[in-house]
């Protein structure tokens, strides 16, 4: 399809690259041309970031995110290190086909890159949406963020990864319309307790600002304060979740404890 896309748009690789557009590097301004091809492909087919996936299926996403998204963090949720292996053949990240077109397109030169990308995709997906999506794209953005080795990687580098990081996990953990307690407060936890990622949201929580609201009132907050003010509703909402599984599991295990076995049940009024 990534091919397809680019012969549908009358545009080559080659062509895309030697273009005497301005190469300005996405970090400093995010409608540079070389996105502008990616945000018109998913403005035309806004499945596109699902395609060839099973991930159009609600569903399948929240399971594969219940699954998927602990393993990410291991760690942080105290697993063994073989339970946090994701199984390549049974784990899909939407969004692969927009990857592939990003790179036909020579846009991703880094992991910075990656993460524009994958910004731009969440993005589109709370938009259209497709929430188990935008928190699927967003666990791909930890976990590449986990696997990368930072001690080899420039300081710089490694601050502005994790920043994006932030940002992506914030807009997916504040999208209110997205439902998935479990998976949101484990992407809340991972922003709020990651060293790295907590010290870039407390140094930039003055430049980064979200606008947003209801009724018209223009509220200022960063990233980090959208995780802290989300923390202790997650967290709340949770445990009376884990509370009503407990209270359901009570009754049906009472009731298998109460009611008769059919078969002997019929064989005494017989």
């Not at 606008?211 to 990233?223: F, L, M, N, P, Q």
Request: glycine share 6%.
């Amino acid at each position: 399809l990534a091919r397809g896309v680019l012969q549908c748009y009358s545009i080559s690789p080659l062509q895309f690259a030697s273009s005497s557009l301005p190469k300005q590097h996405p970090s400093n301004n995010h409608h540079t041309s070389q996105f502008h091809i990616i945000q018109t492909v998913l403005n035309d087919n806004p499945n596109a970031v699902i395609h060839g996936t099973e991930w159009n299926n609600t569903t399948y996403g929240n399971t594969q995110n219940s699954i998927m998204i602990p393993r990410i963090l291991a760690k942080q949720n105290g697993l063994k290190p073989e339970d946090s292996v994701l199984d390549p053949t049974t784990m899909t990240f939407p969004g692969e086909c927009i990857l592939q077109l990003a790179e036909l397109l020579g846009i991703i030169k880094s992991a910075l890159d990656v993460l524009h990308i994958k910004r731009i995709l969440i993005q589109h997906s709370i938009h259209h949406k497709m929430y188990a999506v935008s928190a699927s794209l967003c666990g791909s953005c930890v976990h590449a963020f986990l696997q990368r080795n930072h001690r080899t990687a420039a300081l710089e580098q490694e601050e502005a990864e994790a920043v994006l990081v932030l940002r992506n996990v914030a807009m997916v953990v504040g999208c209110e319309d997205y439902t998935d307690v479990p998976t949101k407060r484990q992407l809340c936890s991972f922003g709020l307790l990651h060293p790295i990622i907590f010290e870039q949201g407390t140094l930039r929580g003055q430049v980064v600002k979200r606008i947003g609201g209801k009724d018209g009132c223009a509220v200022h907050e960063s990233d980090l304060d959208v995780l802290i003010r989300c923390s202790a509703v997650l967290e709340s909402r949770f445990a009376s979740l884990k509370a009503l599984e407990q209270s359901h599991s009570q009754v049906m295990e009472y009731a298998r404890d109460t009611t008769p076995n059919a078969p002997a049940a019929a064989a005494a009024a017989a």
